[in-house]
């Protein structure tokens, strides 16, 4: 008979914070079985993320505690104002390829006060929690690592964000389905474009990083990709921009797709989805007196968070998988460290919160733009 996970087997703790990615329900169905079926180990599902610590923390010790013990897996889900779920098999049934997280997850400003996570370390000792894992992006590693720095507490950060903007693994979990329905998208997009000959801008998630829409770029086949770079694009690069697709459309070509990153700094700074700034300036470039396609249709789109969403890519599962493994390895290891789960040259290990970049995270951006240039070559038909 299967007996109903408890406290007194020490729980890992997982929990999912910031922006939602792609994988992290295969990571915690992953990690959930993982740690019940190998390692007889109990999993402790927080909700909303680092709010659910906080929530949990400010309530009664003990009728808290008692809650979370007799108001397990899915039952525990449903139940309003119940921050800790003690998972078992089934909560974990049927999410592997789903978006999103069953276990929510958010952006907790109260979390940056010190006495806030004082508090936080106090009820999870108090839980007997051997460790707790962290997945989620920039942000969300950050306060992993405060935590581990401030208690005694095993702390595991796991990378997931679709923006795959850090540098101390090649990938992490969310990109891979995020380039999938980018490049949906652009398939889609690109229907309308050849019909009605007009170029279509579309702008990418990202924030303060390209790599999104690079990829997306190189495997979509679309003309164009601007990506953040230190120096803004002012007007007359977007005007320098607008003439290589004249050329194009001179040589031949009847449609452009154009992919923004949200993230591009523009000169005039405004408050305005890039997309819309870039076409404006088309517009402008394409409707001069004189100029060959004065008629050209531009149409610019914020594709905004469908980006976020949809089900999981194979690759993202497989990693969610290998990211779980590796992270219950090293808290099961008696000297087993803190740290974060990584792919650096085709393996999956832990790496210190501090670890210098992929070796050639910053190359391999430039390489990626170059690489789409070469394979645009989009003046000639
Ligand atoms: O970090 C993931 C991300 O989707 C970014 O690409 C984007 O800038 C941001 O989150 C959007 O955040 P929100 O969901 O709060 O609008």
């Known amino acids: 008979m299967i007996k109903n996970p408890s406290f007194a087997d020490r729980p890992v703790a997982v929990l999912f914070s910031g922006g939602d990615a792609p994988g992290m329900n295969a990571f915690l169905r992953a990690v959930t079985r993982i740690s019940l ?4 180990v109990p999993v402790l599902g927080v909700r909303y993320g680092y709010a659910g610590l906080v929530a949990a923390a400010k309530m009664d010790f003990e009728p808290m505690r008692a809650q979370v013990e007799t108001r397990i897996g899915r039952w525990g889900m449903i139940t309003d104002g119940q921050p800790l779920v003690l998972m078992d098999h089934s909560a974990v049934s049927g999410i592997v390829g789903t978006g999103g997280t069953i276990l929510g997850s958010a952006r907790c400003l109260e979390f940056h006060k010190a006495e806030v996570r004082a508090d ?5 000792k108090k839980l007997g929690v051997r460790a707790l894992i962290v997945c989620g992006g920039d942000g969300s590693l950050t306060g992993a690592d405060l935590l581990a ?20 693994t090649q990938m992490a979990l969310g990109v891979d389905t995020a380039v999938n329905t980018l490049v949906w998208a652009v398939d889609h997009f690109k229907d309308t474009a050849r019909a009605h000959r007009r170029v279509m801008i579309l702008e990418t998630m990202g924030r303060g990083s390209g790599e999104l829409a690079r990829l997306a770029a190189i495997a979509s086949g679309a003309e164009m990709v ?8 002012t007007q007359a690069d977007m005007k320098v921009l607008a003439a290589s697709i004249e050329r194009g459309m001179k040589a031949g070509r009847s449609h452009a797709i154009v992919l923004i990153a949200e993230g591009v700094k523009v000169e005039p700074e405004i408050k305005r989805n890039r997309a819309y700034v870039l076409a404006d300036a088309f517009k402008e470039h394409f409707e001069r007196e004189g100029g060959p396609f004065q008629d050209l249709e531009i149409r610019p789109s914020v594709l905004g ?4 969403g949809g089900h999981t890519s194979p690759q993202d599962c497989i990693l969610a998988a290998r990211f779980a493994d590796a992270a219950m390895k090293e808290i099961m290891r008696p000297d087993g460290a803190n740290g974060v789960t990584a792919l650096r040259g085709g393996h999956v290990g832990i790496v ?16 990626y733009l170059h690489l789409h240039e070469s394979l645009s070559s989009w003046e000639e038909l």
Do not use: Y
């Not at 079926?37 to 007889?40: F, K, Y």
């Not at 936080?120 to 999870?124: C, G, K």
């Open 120 to 124: 936080v370390i106090a009820m999870l």
């Open 352 to 367: 210190p919160f501090d670890a210098p970049p992929v070796e050639d995270s910053e190359e391999r951006s430039e390489a």
């Open 149 to 168: 720095k401030e208690s005694d507490l095993r702390i595991i950060g796991v990378p997931a964000t679709i923006d795959n903007d850090l540098d101390f």
């Open 226 to 233: 601007i990506t953040p770079d230190p120096k803004p694009l």
């Open 37 to 40: 079926s190998r390692h007889h």
């Open 305 to 308: 968070h469908l980006q976020r």
